[in-house]
Protein backbone atom coordinates (compact mmCIF):
# COMPACT_ATOMS: atom_id res chain seq x y z
CA UNK A 1 0.00 0.00 0.00
CA UNK A 2 1.36 3.43 -0.93
CA UNK A 3 2.27 5.48 2.08
CA UNK A 4 1.70 9.57 1.82
CA UNK A 5 3.37 11.23 -1.09
CA UNK A 6 4.68 14.80 -1.29
CA UNK A 7 5.38 16.92 -4.56
CA UNK A 8 7.76 18.72 -4.67
CA UNK A 9 10.41 17.05 -2.34
CA UNK A 10 12.26 20.37 -3.14
CA UNK A 11 11.32 23.69 -4.70
CA UNK A 12 13.49 27.04 -4.50
CA UNK A 13 12.07 29.86 -5.44
CA UNK A 14 12.62 33.63 -5.36
CA UNK A 15 10.59 35.99 -3.33
CA UNK A 16 7.49 37.03 -4.32
CA UNK A 17 6.77 34.04 -6.67
CA UNK A 18 4.03 31.38 -6.33
CA UNK A 19 4.67 28.08 -5.40
CA UNK A 20 2.55 24.91 -4.36
CA UNK A 21 2.62 22.07 -2.21
CA UNK A 22 0.57 18.81 -3.25
CA UNK A 23 -0.01 16.01 -0.42
CA UNK A 24 -1.29 12.35 -1.64
CA UNK A 25 -2.67 10.95 1.35
CA UNK A 26 -3.02 7.01 1.76
CA UNK A 27 -6.09 6.30 0.44
CA UNK A 28 -8.85 5.69 2.39
CA UNK A 29 -7.62 8.40 5.01
CA UNK A 30 -10.39 10.88 6.23
CA UNK A 31 -7.99 12.97 8.04
CA UNK A 32 -4.93 14.97 6.26
CA UNK A 33 -3.09 17.66 7.98
CA UNK A 34 -0.14 19.88 7.15
CA UNK A 35 2.71 20.59 8.81
CA UNK A 36 5.60 23.01 8.83
CA UNK A 37 9.29 23.01 10.61
CA UNK A 38 11.30 25.89 10.24
CA UNK A 39 15.32 26.16 10.58
CA UNK A 40 15.77 23.03 13.00
CA UNK A 41 12.53 24.14 15.41
CA UNK A 42 9.62 22.91 16.48
CA UNK A 43 6.89 21.49 14.21
CA UNK A 44 4.37 23.65 13.85
CA UNK A 45 0.35 22.67 12.71
CA UNK A 46 -0.63 23.95 9.63
CA UNK A 47 -4.25 22.82 9.37
CA UNK A 48 -6.62 19.39 9.21
CA UNK A 49 -8.93 18.52 6.84
CA UNK A 50 -11.41 15.90 7.47
CA UNK A 51 -12.23 14.81 3.71
CA UNK A 52 -12.69 18.20 1.84
CA UNK A 53 -13.61 20.08 5.09
CA UNK A 54 -11.32 22.56 7.02
CA UNK A 55 -11.63 20.84 10.60
CA UNK A 56 -9.12 23.49 11.66
CA UNK A 57 -6.99 26.30 10.35
CA UNK A 58 -5.65 27.76 13.18
CA UNK A 59 -1.94 27.22 12.28
CA UNK A 60 -2.15 29.11 9.23
CA UNK A 61 0.48 31.60 9.62
CA UNK A 62 -1.45 34.14 7.14
CA UNK A 63 -4.06 34.77 4.16
CA UNK A 64 -0.45 34.34 1.92
CA UNK A 65 -1.17 30.41 2.26
CA UNK A 66 -4.31 28.35 0.81
CA UNK A 67 -4.99 24.78 1.36
CA UNK A 68 -7.69 22.70 -0.56
CA UNK A 69 -8.39 19.76 -0.59
CA UNK A 70 -11.01 19.18 -3.62
CA UNK A 71 -12.87 15.64 -3.21
CA UNK A 72 -11.49 14.80 0.04
CA UNK A 73 -8.72 13.19 -1.86
CA UNK A 74 -5.41 14.90 -2.08
CA UNK A 75 -4.60 18.72 -1.17
CA UNK A 76 -2.25 21.29 -2.05
CA UNK A 77 -1.21 23.90 -0.49
CA UNK A 78 -0.14 27.27 -2.01
CA UNK A 79 1.73 29.88 -0.77
CA UNK A 80 1.77 33.50 -2.77
CA UNK A 81 3.31 35.61 -2.79
CA UNK A 82 6.35 33.52 -0.80
CA UNK A 83 8.45 35.54 1.48
CA UNK A 84 11.56 34.46 3.05
CA UNK A 85 10.31 33.49 5.99
CA UNK A 86 7.88 30.58 4.46
CA UNK A 87 11.70 28.68 3.75
CA UNK A 88 11.16 25.16 5.86
CA UNK A 89 10.07 21.98 5.34
CA UNK A 90 6.17 21.25 5.03
CA UNK A 91 5.23 17.92 5.94
CA UNK A 92 1.58 16.49 5.06
CA UNK A 93 -0.18 13.60 7.33
CA UNK A 94 -2.86 11.41 7.12
CA UNK A 95 -5.02 9.28 9.64
CA UNK A 96 -7.53 7.10 9.29
CA UNK A 97 -8.19 7.33 13.00
CA UNK A 98 -7.62 11.04 15.08
CA UNK A 99 -4.66 11.25 17.27
CA UNK A 100 -7.22 12.07 20.46
CA UNK A 101 -8.97 8.69 19.32
CA UNK A 102 -5.12 7.09 19.51
CA UNK A 103 -4.35 7.28 16.23
CA UNK A 104 -1.60 7.55 14.74
CA UNK A 105 -0.17 9.99 11.47
CA UNK A 106 1.41 9.29 8.50
CA UNK A 107 3.57 11.14 6.81
CA UNK A 108 4.98 12.28 3.45
CA UNK A 109 9.08 12.66 3.31
CA UNK A 110 8.26 16.56 3.25
CA UNK A 111 8.51 19.04 0.99
CA UNK A 112 11.50 21.53 1.24
CA UNK A 113 10.68 25.21 0.57
CA UNK A 114 13.63 27.44 0.05
CA UNK A 115 12.75 31.53 -0.51
CA UNK A 116 16.13 33.21 -1.72
CA UNK B 1 -1.58 24.37 24.45
CA UNK B 2 -0.59 20.96 25.06
CA UNK B 3 2.83 21.45 23.58
CA UNK B 4 5.34 18.69 24.26
CA UNK B 5 9.05 20.02 24.63
CA UNK B 6 11.85 17.62 24.68
CA UNK B 7 15.03 17.36 26.76
CA UNK B 8 17.82 17.80 26.05
CA UNK B 9 18.14 19.16 22.76
CA UNK B 10 20.78 17.47 21.85
CA UNK B 11 22.04 14.39 23.11
CA UNK B 12 25.43 12.33 21.55
CA UNK B 13 26.80 8.98 22.94
CA UNK B 14 28.53 6.11 21.91
CA UNK B 15 27.32 3.08 19.67
CA UNK B 16 25.86 0.74 22.44
CA UNK B 17 25.49 2.99 24.94
CA UNK B 18 21.71 3.22 26.14
CA UNK B 19 19.57 7.01 25.15
CA UNK B 20 17.25 8.94 27.38
CA UNK B 21 14.49 11.97 26.21
CA UNK B 22 12.08 13.49 28.16
CA UNK B 23 9.18 14.93 27.06
CA UNK B 24 7.13 17.46 29.35
CA UNK B 25 3.45 19.01 28.36
CA UNK B 26 0.90 21.35 29.93
CA UNK B 27 -2.65 19.81 29.45
CA UNK B 28 -4.31 16.26 30.10
CA UNK B 29 -3.64 14.03 27.53
CA UNK B 30 -5.39 10.44 26.39
CA UNK B 31 -1.95 9.35 24.79
CA UNK B 32 0.77 10.76 24.09
CA UNK B 33 3.42 9.63 20.91
CA UNK B 34 6.72 9.58 19.94
CA UNK B 35 7.87 10.07 16.71
CA UNK B 36 11.49 9.93 14.90
CA UNK B 37 12.56 11.74 11.99
CA UNK B 38 15.84 10.86 10.19
CA UNK B 39 17.58 13.61 8.72
CA UNK B 40 15.52 14.88 5.20
CA UNK B 41 13.22 12.04 5.48
CA UNK B 42 9.53 12.14 7.13
CA UNK B 43 8.41 11.28 10.35
CA UNK B 44 7.86 8.02 11.66
CA UNK B 45 5.39 6.77 14.27
CA UNK B 46 7.56 5.04 16.95
CA UNK B 47 4.99 4.16 19.90
CA UNK B 48 2.22 5.18 21.53
CA UNK B 49 0.99 5.03 25.35
CA UNK B 50 -2.30 5.60 26.33
CA UNK B 51 -2.76 7.45 29.82
CA UNK B 52 -3.63 4.85 31.83
CA UNK B 53 -0.14 3.11 31.25
CA UNK B 54 2.83 3.66 33.08
CA UNK B 55 5.41 1.92 30.76
CA UNK B 56 5.35 0.33 27.17
CA UNK B 57 8.30 -1.66 25.28
CA UNK B 58 8.65 -2.00 21.79
CA UNK B 59 11.97 -3.68 20.35
CA UNK B 60 14.39 -1.76 22.48
CA UNK B 61 12.84 1.25 22.79
CA UNK B 62 11.00 1.72 26.51
CA UNK B 63 8.49 4.49 27.16
CA UNK B 64 7.56 5.99 30.49
CA UNK B 65 4.40 8.11 31.16
CA UNK B 66 3.92 10.31 34.23
CA UNK B 67 0.78 12.18 34.41
CA UNK B 68 0.98 13.53 37.71
CA UNK B 69 4.09 15.04 36.46
CA UNK B 70 2.80 15.63 32.99
CA UNK B 71 6.41 13.82 31.59
CA UNK B 72 7.14 11.28 29.07
CA UNK B 73 10.36 9.39 28.59
CA UNK B 74 11.84 7.52 25.66
CA UNK B 75 15.11 5.02 26.59
CA UNK B 76 16.40 3.48 23.42
CA UNK B 77 18.90 0.73 24.40
CA UNK B 78 21.89 -0.48 22.82
CA UNK B 79 22.35 2.22 20.58
CA UNK B 80 23.13 1.96 16.86
CA UNK B 81 24.14 4.32 14.04
CA UNK B 82 21.12 4.06 12.57
CA UNK B 83 19.18 5.61 15.70
CA UNK B 84 20.64 9.06 15.09
CA UNK B 85 17.94 10.90 14.50
CA UNK B 86 15.97 13.65 15.35
CA UNK B 87 12.78 12.45 18.11
CA UNK B 88 9.92 14.42 18.83
CA UNK B 89 6.96 13.39 21.38
CA UNK B 90 3.51 14.89 20.60
CA UNK B 91 0.38 14.91 22.25
CA UNK B 92 -2.92 14.93 20.44
CA UNK B 93 -6.15 17.00 20.51
CA UNK B 94 -7.95 16.53 17.20
CA UNK B 95 -4.28 17.54 15.98
CA UNK B 96 -0.99 16.22 17.41
CA UNK B 97 1.21 19.00 18.90
CA UNK B 98 4.64 18.46 18.82
CA UNK B 99 7.83 19.99 20.69
CA UNK B 100 11.29 20.90 19.21
CA UNK B 101 12.85 17.46 19.37
CA UNK B 102 15.56 16.02 20.59
CA UNK B 103 19.16 16.11 18.06
CA UNK B 104 20.38 12.01 18.79
CA UNK B 105 23.65 11.47 17.48
CA UNK B 106 25.28 7.99 17.97
CA UNK B 107 29.09 7.72 17.61
CA UNK B 108 30.55 4.48 16.09
Known amino acids: EAGVTQFPSHSVIEKGQTVTLRCDPI?????LYWYRRVMGKEIKFLLH????????ESGMPNNRFLAERTGGTYSTLKVQPAELEDSGVYFC??????????????FGEGSRLTVL | SQQGEEDPQALSIQEGENATMNCSYK?????LQWYRQNSGRGLVHLIL?????REKHSGRLRVTLDTSKKSSSLLITASRAADTASYFC????????FGQGTRLTINP
Open chain 1, 93 to 106: ASSQVQPARAGELF
Open chain 1, 27 to 31: SGHDN
Open chain 1, 49 to 56: FVKESKQD
Open chain 2, 27 to 31: TSINN
Open chain 2, 49 to 53: IRSNE
Open chain 2, 90 to 97: ATPAQKLV
